[in-house]
């Protein structure tokens, strides 16, 4: 695969970072992942602001949009990408072994891989580490990704394709790389962004863009088990059905509300792929 890496492409084994770049060492980063369908880099300019979003949280240089457009499309191109994935990394440049920043200027790259194939449905694990919805990083996309990756490993071990985080306050709150919206009479329930998910670009759209009834509240972790329905959103997924949480088989999936959202989101994509 080509990739853009300092500044232009270049061959995937030509790309160099510094092993002092603070992505590396301490994670101090942020990535975007952008489904690639069509030739398409699908809702590209809601991905790139959120990264400015992030950047401004982790309070580091963000990158220039506009350049950044152009590079993701390039890479695209250059690697003929009909249907995969494109990560997009900035990070805060080199530094100090240590969590105090240097004075370089940020490390930005963007790789290309296949696209993933999801199950049609998905059994997910509530894991017993909890989200800190009052930490530094709430709600940003960083490459801080430990927690999640141990969380993921858990899910897996107990024969399930994600994993689901409560808060400190024990209200639902995100998947480790999705949100998570839940049919409950008749309405679709998603947690707030206040609850520390993450806004998720697929979770925006369908709130705004889809026409569905969505309301944003807290919910005890527990109703997730409890609901009629439920579904996973993310860039790659895009709407996903659960059909168990920690072995409890929900009584309809995908259900009515999930069929609607399925629906919608996937002729937002047709119409929109790139909605503001």
């Not at 989200?131 to 999640?148: F, P």
């Not at 990756?149 to 985080?165: D, K, M, P, Y």
């Not at 997924?237 to 989101?265: E, F």
Request: hydrophobic fraction near 40%; proline fraction near 6%; charge should be negative.
């Amino acid at each position: 695969m080509k990739v853009w890496a300092g500044g232009g492409l270049c061959e995937e084994d030509e790309a160099k970072v510094s092993l002092l770049d603070h992505g590396i060492t301490v994670g101090d980063a942020v990535f975007e992942s952008v489904a690639v369908r069509g030739g398409i880099a699908l809702s590209l300019s809601r991905h790139l602001a959120r990264m400015v979003r992030s950047c401004q949280g982790l309070g580091i240089p963000a990158p220039d949009v506009a350049q950044l457009r152009q590079a993701a499309l390039d890479v695209v191109a250059a690697n003929g990408l009909d249907a995969g994935v494109l990560r997009i990394i900035h990070t805060s440049g080199p530094g100090p072994l240590g969590s105090q920043r240097g004075d370089r200027l940020p490390t930005t790259a963007i790789l290309a891989g296949p696209a993933r194939h999801w199950d049609d449905t998905a059994d997910v694990a509530v894991v017993a580490w909890p989200r800190n919805e009052r930490a530094a990083t709430a709600g940003l996309k960083t490459t801080s990704y430990a927690e999640n990756v141990i969380a993921l490993a858990e899910a897996q071990r107990r024969g399930c394709s994600e994993a689901i985080f409560a808060n400190t306050a024990g209200s639902l709150c995100e998947g480790s790389g999705t949100n998570v919206f839940l049919g409950i009479g008749g309405v679709l329930v998603t947690p707030p962004l206040s609850s520390g998910c993450l806004a998720g670009v697929s979770r925006g759209l369908l709130i705004e863009r889809c026409g569905l009834p969505v309301e944003e509240r807290d919910l005890p972790i527990g109703a997730l088990a409890a609901c009629d329905e439920a579904f996973l959103t993310s860039a790659t997924r895009d709407v996903q059905p659960i059909r168990a949480v920690d072995d409890r088989v929900l009584p309809s999936c995908p259900g009515p509300l999930t069929r609607r959202a399925a629906d919608a989101y996937r002729r937002l994509q047709e119409s929109e792929p790139d909605p503001d």
